[in-house]
């Protein structure tokens, strides 16, 4: 936001600018995750709802910091296919995308989960040392801004991060510091789940958003067998874990 000010000599509007084209790139993006995990027609179909979806659209109409999560979230795992393929050499820019994404929001932090999963799975054995430092420094890169606030205003994201990933976990699974169990909180966890879903598909005509979801299953049952090949094994793991963990 402060570059476009910067950039328009403080224009009150320029960061919603700034936003509409980061959505626009987004939408490309989005194409290019699609063609590159399985074929351009799914590329189209999957920008074209993107490009139309209502949860989306009041998203990049705001020129708030959240709303640049999908354009680095997608270039995160655009990068992260071709790790995948064997290109160690992006190593150091997966690492410092999922730095920045932890400064847009912490709870991208959910990412990493992603990565320890893929690692358990495909246990890499040519990763050597020069990998793990590239990726270190990437990311340590990425995250620079909260180092340097937090050595000068006693660590609250070093000591803070981990210590809320803790709590959060704590209170995913209904444990308390008192007799009051987080239980209660999960029929309105799952309405929540479900209007954030249906907001991004149809959140007013929730017969359609239902329909587009049972039909998204059942064609993914019917072609279960064309998926048996290796890079859409692991572009199907990919978009599972990617739901799956946050």
Excluded: C
């Amino acid at each position: 936001i402060g570059i476009a000010f910067a950039f328009s000599k403080f224009n009150p509007i320029a960061p919603a600018y700034l936003y509409g084209l980061i959505g626009l790139f987004s939408t490309y993006l989005v194409y290019r995750v699609g063609k590159n995990f399985f074929n351009s027609n799914i590329g189209l179909l999957t920008s074209l709802v993107y490009a139309t979806s209502p949860l989306v659209l009041v998203n990049t109409r705001m020129p708030y910091h959240t709303s640049s999560i999908p354009f680095f979230t997608l270039l995160f795992f655009l990068i992260l296919r071709k790790v995948l393929d064997g290109k160690r050499k992006y190593l150091f820019i997966l690492f410092f995308i999922l730095g920045l994404l932890l400064q847009v929001e912490l709870s991208n932090g959910a990412l990493i989960g992603v990565l320890v999963l893929l690692f358990l799975i495909f246990r890499p054995r040519r990763i050597i040392k020069k990998d793990i430092m590239l990726s270190f420094l990437g990311f340590i890169i990425g995250v620079l801004p909260f180092i340097l606030y937090d050595i000068f205003n006693r660590f609250p994201y070093s000591i803070g991060f981990p210590l809320w990933v803790g709590n959060r976990v704590r209170l995913f699974f209904g444990l308390t510091t008192t007799d009051n169990s987080t239980v209660v909180n999960i029929p309105s966890a799952i309405f929540r789940i479900y209007q954030q879903s249906a907001g991004v598909i149809s959140p007013f005509i929730i017969v359609f958003f239902v329909f587009i979801v049972l039909a998204a299953i059942l064609v993914g049952l019917l072609n279960l067998r064309s998926y048996r090949n290796l890079k859409k094994e692991k572009s199907l793991l990919l978009l599972a874990l990617w739901l799956a963990v946050p």
